[in-house]
């Protein structure tokens, strides 16, 4: 994180996170699924920098262009925040992409909880993580559990969040060269919507999968050739993460996962790196507990 007192200017992590098993338990009427997900952040980021405006407009420099500024999800968290806390500054705000975009890593939610921590901080408005986690929720089920900050069960539509411990983990990860789009993976007529709650609070490596893979990898056959590719290098478990299309597999030490990638990256399934998972998000300090 670097900080620029002269001009009160953040540059901010937003780390990406992994969902080390995903089960679809149900369906509401409004139409949302039900889930029970094991969410762990890791230490691949973006980059948000937050630089104050004399005016009160919010500004967006550098980011997602193919993504229209009203829907930029750090452009609708910053307004969201400067309204409900009626702020009269405005904020200009730059995004450096280094998670994947529609990879299933939560890299636009991650960019909208660090824009509320950052403003948080920056406007000293004193909010906390209780607070910043509801507001989150009108942006996307996903955005709490970036502001809860720690690898979490969740339920519900994913805001129902429940601390867990996960012991020092590194991961590798392939993200093919194609976007995902999570409505039309939900949608799937041969989606299985039903998969029982889980009955145990302590998850081994290879407890549970991902009800979403067996869609995805049906659709998308770059999906597929991931998860061939690093399963042909590992023994453990092989899992893609949300709705797809990043597929990761999981070590216990550094050097086993970087072999592993490298070995994996040579059947050219698109982008690869090895993260490690966070003990918690690197802003926690940015709103009261």
């Not at 979403?212 to 061939?228: K, M, N, Y």
Request: with cysteine; aromatic share 6%; glycine share 8%.
């Amino acid at each position: 994180m670097a900080v620029s007192a002269a001009a009160a200017k953040l540059t901010l992590p937003a780390p990406a996170k992994l969902n080390l098993f995903l089960h679809v338990t149900g369906r509401r009427s409004d139409g949302y699924h039900t889930l029970e997900t094991l969410l762990v952040p890791i230490d691949r980021c973006d980059r948000i920098t937050l630089t104050p405006r004399d005016g009160p407009e919010i500004v967006r420099g550098r980011g997602q262009t193919e993504v229209a500024t009203d829907d930029d999800l750090a452009v609708r968290a910053a307004r969201l925040l400067q309204r409900h806390c009626s702020v009269a500054r405005g904020i200009a705000i730059d995004v450096e992409k280094r998670i994947p975009a529609g990879g299933g890593l939560g890299g636009g939610s991650s960019d909208a909880a660090t824009v509320l921590l950052g403003l948080n901080h920056l406007w000293q408005l004193g909010l906390s993580r209780a607070a910043l986690m509801a507001l989150a929720l009108e942006l996307g089920a996903d955005v709490p559990f970036f502001i809860f900050g720690e690898a979490a069960l969740a339920r519900g539509i994913g805001e129902l969040l429940e601390r867990v411990s996960v012991p020092p983990t590194w991961f590798a990860v392939l993200t093919p060269p194609l976007q995902v789009s999570t409505a039309m993976i939900f949608a799937a007529p041969e989606l299985t919507r039903q998969s029982p709650s889980a009955k145990i609070r302590v998850f081994p490596e290879a407890y549970g999968g991902n009800d979403l893979q067996a869609v995805a990898v049906s659709r998308f056959p770059e999906i597929a050739a991931c998860v061939d590719a690093l399963a042909r290098e590992t023994s453990g478990k092989v899992a893609m993460s949300g709705s797809g299309s990043s597929v990761f597999a999981a070590f216990t030490e550094e050097d086993a996962a970087v072999r592993t990638l490298s070995r994996a990256a040579r059947a050219g399934c698109g982008e690869g790196f090895v993260a490690r998972a966070l003990d918690c998000h690197p802003l926690q300090q940015f709103a009261a507990p």
